[in-house]
């Protein structure tokens, strides 16, 4: 069974995504790094990481479905933010911005009456709520921390232990 043009397309695209979203979080660890915030940075790491899985997980369903993968060239992605709380409101807004990507598959699936697609592409639908929480609860965790060395040094430390 073979996919449409159209949805093998946008497949494509979302891998494109995909991996620039690990290129966005690989940056955001550099300039963490560059700030001794280790913890943050290995949580960046670890995000970018996923993001490649997220990827590789497109790649293997475009290829059991007998379509070619195409890669585009990515831009540099932005190198500093004012500090952590400016990073995850990037991060979320990101992700928020890959939900809205998986959204557009899905109902391009439908569209398309490409069931198989769609029941693929649940699970990126509940990884991605998923996504926004992680992000979020950081969000709530910084807020919480406010202007307290001792409180970010403590969440620092708190990322660091992701799994």
Not at 35 to 52: H, I, S, T, V
Not at 105 to 121: G, N, P, S, Y
Request: aromatic letters at 8%.
């Amino acid at each position: 069974m073979t996919l449409s043009d159209k949805m093998a397309k946008a497949l494509n695209k979302q891998v494109n995504e995909e991996i620039n979203s690990a290129y966005i979080y690989a940056a955001m660890s550099a300039d963490f790094k560059a700030r001794n915030l280790e913890g943050f940075a290995a949580w960046m790491d670890k995000q970018a990481q996923e993001e490649l899985g997220h990827a590789a997980k497109i790649k293997g369903y475009l290829y059991d479905r007998k379509s070619r993968i195409f890669l585009d060239a990515m831009k540099a992605p932005q190198g500093e933010w004012k500090g952590p709380e400016d990073a995850m409101r990037a991060a979320l807004k990101h992700e928020q911005h890959i939900s809205q990507c998986i959204l557009d598959l899905v109902t391009m699936a439908r569209e398309e009456k490409d069931t198989a697609t769609e029941i693929f592409l649940q699970w990126f639908v509940s990884e991605q709520v998923e996504e926004e929480d992680n992000v979020q609860t950081v969000l709530d965790k910084l807020d919480m921390v406010g202007d307290s060395p001792v409180g970010l040094y403590n969440l620092d430390r708190e990322m660091g232990m992701r799994s």
